[in-house]
């Protein structure tokens, strides 16, 4: 299958699942920045967009990622259920832990790396967005995709739920991109999560942590920006 550098990231991934991968390594931003073209993110990182070609031809000639193909086929409340147990608990607990750690490096290391104090402000600030994001995708929007398929399972035409999706869903949206502006200025901040030479090992596992976090966010997002979300709209309009 031909990819085009006019695509945008976010239709690439949902039509091959397996670029994923592919971006992740490049540094590329599939999630927050999924609006851009390819040849624009390719800009943007300052990579050939050959280069990026070649590594998706490579990737879309394996087999394509499991999760992806089991979450375009399956219901909005298996894959709400999903991205809560998984991803949102583990953000969670996470943010949690890197909080404290970030708050214990800067207290040690503050004062012979001044950049730790704004580190610390900026895991403080994605943890109070994360948290207040999560809350409302559990409490309100994904109960709501589940009245939804209930309405529609039961025979009901339009229901109330319907009209109400579209704003929301673009609130949380940008919600995810206020976190990925956050995520790059952790990167650009900690040197990609290059800790400095001759860094305790809590100095380490923060660093590390903070790597792991993305990973796992970028993939969040992805998720919901690339997958549910579209659903859920398309889902709407079609009952």
């Not at 290391?109 to 994001?133: C, F, I």
Request: contains cysteine; charged residues 25%; glycine residues 6%.
């Amino acid at each position: 299958m031909t990819v085009e550098t006019t695509q945008t990231i976010r239709e690439i991934v949902q039509q091959h699942p397996a670029a994923v991968p592919v971006f992740e390594a490049l540094g590329i931003d599939y999630c927050c920045g999924g609006g851009k073209s390819l040849k624009d993110a390719c800009q943007s990182r300052n990579i050939l967009p050959e280069r990026v070609l070649s590594d998706l031809e490579q990737a879309l000639a394996a087999k394509a990622l499991e999760d992806d193909r089991t979450w375009q086929d399956s219901s909005l409340g298996e894959l709400a259920d999903h991205i809560v147990e998984k991803h949102h608990a583990y953000a969670t607990r996470e943010l949690t832990r890197l909080s404290a750690l970030a708050e214990k490096v800067f207290l040690r290391h503050g004062d012979k790396h001044q950049h730790l104090g704004l580190l610390r402000d900026l895991v403080n600030s994605t943890a109070a967005e994360m948290t207040t994001h999560m809350l409302k995708e559990e409490q309100v929007l994904f109960p709501t995709f589940k009245l939804l398929e209930e309405a529609a399972s039961g025979g009901a035409g339009h229901t109330p739920y319907m009209s109400s999706l579209r704003k929301p869903i673009h609130r949380l949206m940008d919600d995810h991109e206020d976190a990925g502006e956050l995520l790059s200025s952790i990167r650009e901040l900690t040197n990609n999560f290059q800790p400095p030479v001759g860094a305790c090992m809590s100095f380490q596992a923060l660093y590390n942590g903070l790597g792991e976090l993305e990973r796992d966010l970028h993939m969040h997002i992805h998720l919901e920006n690339n997958i549910l979300f579209p659903r859920a709209l398309k889902f709407a309009k079609s009952n």
